[in-house]
């Protein structure tokens, strides 16, 4: 398992991380418990040496799992504060009064000392313009409580104003789909050494190819919601500008370039992956493939193709 630096932090983490949102039972549906164990380990023995949690994963649990199931010499664990599930609705909370008390929760959880990243889940442009919420952050790391602090972002405004905040790390989706976001962002992290973390790399499952059109999702699973009958056909024949690409000896599938398309990104610090079984994790390790991931010719013509089947990149 090739490392990448994590930014300008001291940490260098394997280029695929574990995410564990689908593992919490939270994202796609009921898990199989001895399963979870089962991915995790593998995790570990294959050289994975970066988890990524949250604190409303399970409501805690997921946190409790890593804390009790990694070992604490060879991993690091990033995980994510600012929602309040206790409050009716729910709602997103990062002023430092609440943010002190889900950080104590999470380290008991974690069990560890410092914590490696703690990032604000997906806050506002607004929030991160508020010194108390920044203060409070900046001072976890002052005081070695954690390792760097950053933030999860949805859009290039957070993204742009976590960093000028003096966030150390930056988590967002980033997919042959979705890539517009980090590329927008390219010379600011350049520019700060910030260290990226690419979720969504498999856009949910739906770069991998396998879906038809008339593809439905059940209860307690968040596809549900996320994409019409029409937007998914769209979706689906928008992969045929990959297909070309599977061609070459040593890819194969869909997913393959996929995975060879976020790892190709130099400011990408790790890929985080999210199986939900051991034959899910192994064959995305496989198919993840070697260095260089994808020519700067493949790139380019990619990019070329996507731009043509509507895909902005």
Do not use: C
């Not at 991160?128 to 405004?157: D, I, N, P, Q």
Request: proline share 4%.
């Amino acid at each position: 398992m090739r490392k990448r630096p994590l930014g300008k932090t001291s940490l260098e983490v394997s280029e695929l991380g574990l995410g564990t949102w689908g593992l919490s039972g939270d994202g796609y549906g009921p898990v199989v418990l001895p399963e979870v164990d089962r991915v995790l380990d593998r995790a570990v023995s294959s050289g994975v040496n970066l988890f990524d949690t949250a604190d409303v994963y399970g409501r805690g649990a997921m946190e409790k799992k890593l804390g009790a199931r990694l070992p604490k010499d060879t991993t690091y664990v990033v995980t994510k504060i600012g929602t309040d599930l206790d409050a009716s609705p729910a709602q997103k909370r990062f002023d430092p009064s609440y943010l002190r008390v889900a950080f104590e929760r999470s380290r008991e959880r974690l069990d560890r000392s410092p914590l490696d990243v703690v990032l604000l889940h997906n806050p506002t442009e607004h929030t991160l313009t508020r010194t108390e919420t920044v203060a409070f952050m900046k001072e976890l790391e002052e005081r070695g409580l954690v390792r760097a602090w950053g933030v999860s972002a949805g859009s290039v405004e957070v993204g742009r104003a976590a960093i000028r905040a003096g966030a150390k790390v930056l988590e967002l989706a980033y997919n042959v789909f979705v890539a517009k976001d980090l590329h927008a962002l390219s010379a600011d992290v350049k520019e700060h050494g910030v260290g990226v973390l690419a979720r969504s790399v498999l856009a949910h499952g739906l770069l991998t190819g396998h879906w038809s059109p008339e593809r439905e999702f059940y209860a307690g699973d968040h596809r549900v919601d996320r994409w019409s009958q029409k937007e998914l056909a769209k979706r689906i024949q928008q992969l045929d500008a990959l297909r070309p690409f599977t061609k070459a000896e040593d890819v194969g599938t869909l997913r393959s370039v996929a995975l060879r398309f976020v790892l190709a990104n130099q400011l990408v610090s790790s890929a985080i992956l999210g199986p939900r079984s051991v034959a899910q994790f192994d064959q995305l390790e496989r198919e993840a493939g070697e260095p260089p991931y994808l020519k700067d010719t493949v790139m380019v013509e990619l990019a070329a193709r996507l731009k043509a089947v509507g895909v902005e990149v």
